[in-house]
C-alpha cells in the first residue's frame, strides 16, 4: 500500500498568514488526495476532493495541488476558525490511507 | 447531506463482541456507499470499512479482516459494523461515513460524518 507522509506536525501561524501543508506519497500513484480539517471534539470536514476541487461551501482560500508525487494544501490569509487538525488522503482505492495529521496553532 | 447517528459504543473486554449501528437520514441511504473510519484517543484517521449501496462489495483495512463486518439494511436506514475478537488497539471513536460518489467508482472522498461513538477495549 501507498503510505502518505504529512508535514510538518504542528505549525504555528498568525491571522492573516499564508500556510502550506504537505504530503507525500511513498511512490508514484494516480490516485488523487482529499483534504479534511479536524476541530477539537467533531468529525472531520471534507475540504477539497480529487487534489484541487473545494468542496461545496468551503472557503476559497483553502486550495490543493500537486507535484509529482507531493499534494499541497494551502490556506491564505489565516482565520481564527482555521486553526484546526488538517489530514491528507489518498482516495480512489482501499485501504483509503491518511495522513498523520498537521496541527495548525 | 443528511445526518448520521452511531450507537453501540461502550467498554469491553478483549476477546468479545460490540455491533455498532449508524441510523441515516436526510439523503438516499439505498443509493449511497457507506464506510467505517475510526480514531484512537489523540491519534490520526483511519479507515476501517467500505460497503457498496446493495452491500454486494465490501472492503476491510488489513487489521480487521477476520474479526469485523460490515453490513446493511437499507429498508431501515441503518449501517451495521460487527466487531468480534477485539483488541485493545481497537479503542477508538469509530465514524460512519457517507462517501461522497454516487456509484461504485471513484471512492474515497467523505461528506458526511456522524458524531462517532467510542468503543473502549480493556480489561
Sequence with gaps: DIQLTQSPPSLSATVGDRVTITCRASQSTANSVNWYQQTPGKAPKLLIFGTSTLQRGVSSRFSGSASGTDFTLTINYVQPEDFATYYCQLIYSPPYTFGQGTRLE | ?123
Excluded at chain 2, 438516499?28 to 470499512?49: C, D, I, T
Design chain 2, 1 to 123: 447531506q443528511g445526518q448520521l447517528v452511531e450507537s453501540g459504543g461502550g467498554v469491553v473486554q478483549p476477546g468479545r463482541s460490540l455491533r455498532l449501528s449508524c441510523a441515516a437520514s436526510g439523503f438516499s441511504f439505498r443509493g449511497s456507499v457507506m464506510h467505517w473510519v475510526r480514531q484512537a484517543p489523540g491519534k490520526g484517521l483511519e479507515w476501517v470499512a467500505v460497503i457498496s449501496h446493495d452491500g454486494q462489495n465490501i472492503y476491510y483495512v488489513e487489521s480487521a479482516k477476520g474479526r469485523f463486518t460490515i453490513s446493511r439494511d437499507n429498508s431501515q436506514n441503518t449501517l451495521f459494523l460487527q466487531m468480534d475478537y477485539l483488541r485493545s488497539e481497537d479503542t477508538a471513536i469509530y465514524y460512519c461515513v457517507k462517501d461522497q460518489s454516487s456509484g461504485w467508482y471513484d471512492l474515497g472522498s467523505f461528506d458526511s460524518w456522524g458524531q462517532g461513538t467510542l468503543v473502549t477495549v480493556s480489561s
